[in-house]
């Protein structure tokens, strides 16, 4: 049974995988990488994994590919790409032989060790002990050991909150945070640099990145 | 193919396919030039190597394997965050740049 469980969801990931790779729409490479991650959360499941596949659905087919989708629609860059030209010449042929290579490393590697894992333990726990859930074992392994590195993942979210809020501020001068301006695109300001007699002095300056280099410099 | 069948899933084979993932990754993005497509690359690569640390765990019978994708859950999720935030920034002033154009921070 787990054979059959392991064939269709191998099967899934590696299309949804090669649809990631060959989409020239990025829409549809979103769509077939929620495929592969679904077919990821089956495996974990085959693997007595569940709260990981639980997480996986949620976390990444829930919210990770809904906010590619997101920013795809938000930018309107759902257009199709040309595939057929090779930007750099042989460049291609490179990827594939270097992609072929990486597959086959771990595969060498696995297979001179008679296709069995060895390694030292973590004494955290096993996940054959029925007694112990997955999640229990995930939770205590979380809040014991690891608890430092817990606690640094939260400052690293919390740091990544702010930087993609600075980052997809929509104007990043200061002038336009302080006054409540209209937000302009270069070739905007650029025009009115030349209508800056119109537009008044004091918004001139506050406005155009040449006058405030002129200011400083 | 029977042989197969009636043999069972051995661990091993996840590993293989978890290469095979990490290996579509790693060639997409390099051989794609949208940053949107290039990303979601990277997220299969993420996505592979989870498995084999799921299947690592369960070779070893150990859920310390278990316990580090929580955190390769986290960090894809920041790293998710801040690089599309950086993509909307740059594709919001030219909609159509590739990574070729992608230059602007050289120096």
Redesign the interface.
């Known amino acids: 049974m ?3 469980v ?1 064939l269709v969801a ?1 099967a899934i ?2 299309i949804g ?2 649809g ?2 060959l ?1 020239t729409n ?1 829409v549809h ?2 769509l077939s ?1 929620v495929a ?2 679904f077919g ?1 959360a089956v ?2 499941v ?4 569940h ?2 596949a639980a ?2 659905v949620i ?2 087919a829930g ?2 590919v809904v ?2 989708l997101f ?2 629609m ?4 759902d257009r199709a ?1 040309n595939l057929k030209v090779d ?1 750099l010449v042989g ?2 042929v ?3 032989v ?3 290579a ?2 086959a ?3 060498v590697a ?1 297979a001179s060790t008679d ?3 060895t ?1 030292a ?2 004494n ?5 002990d029925a007694a112990v859930p ?1 999640i229990e ?2 939770g ?3 809040f014991t050991r ?1 608890v430092f ?1 817990l606690e640094i ?1 939260s400052i ?2 919390a ?3 702010v ?6 501020k ?1 104007s990043p001068r200061p002038a336009d945070m302080l006054v409540d301006l209209p937000v302009r ?2 070739t905007d300001a650029a025009s009115l640099d030349d209508a800056a007699g119109a537009e008044g002095p004091e918004d001139a300056t506050a406005d155009s990145p040449a006058a405030e280099e002129g200011a400083t410099s | 193919m029977l042989n197969v069948l009636a043999a069972g899933v051995e661990p091993s084979w996840y590993l293989v396919l978890s290469s095979a993932l990490f290996a579509i990754g790693a060639v997409g993005l390099l051989i794609r030039r949208n940053p949107l497509v290039m990303f979601m690359c990277v997220e299969l690569m993420l996505n592979a190597v989870t498995l084999s640390f799921v299947t690592f765990s369960r070779m070893l019978d150990d859920i310390g394997g278990q316990a580090v994708v929580v955190f390769v859950l986290v960090v894809a999720a920041a790293e998710v965050v801040v690089g599309l935030g950086i993509i909307v920034a740059i594709l919001r002033r030219r909609p159509d740049a590739t990574a070729d154009d992608l230059a602007l921070l050289k120096g």
Not at chain 1, 163 to 168: K, M, N, T, Y
Request: glycine letters at 6%; one cysteine or more; hydrophobic letters at 65%.
């Open positions: 787990e054979t059959f392991f191998a990931c590696l995988a090669l990631v790779v989409s990025p490479s979103a990488l592969t991650l990821v495996l974990f085959a693997q007595e994994a709260f990981l997480v996986q976390v990444y919210a990770i906010l590619f920013v795809i938000l930018l309107g860059v790409e930007p460049q291609r490179a990827a594939v270097l992609g072929l990486v597959f490393l771990p595969v696995l296709w069995e894992a390694g333990l973590s955290l726990g096993s996940i054959a997955d074992g995930i205590t392994a979380l690891y590195a993942t690293l979210l740091i990544a909150v930087g993609a809020v600075l980052l997809a929509r695109t270069d």
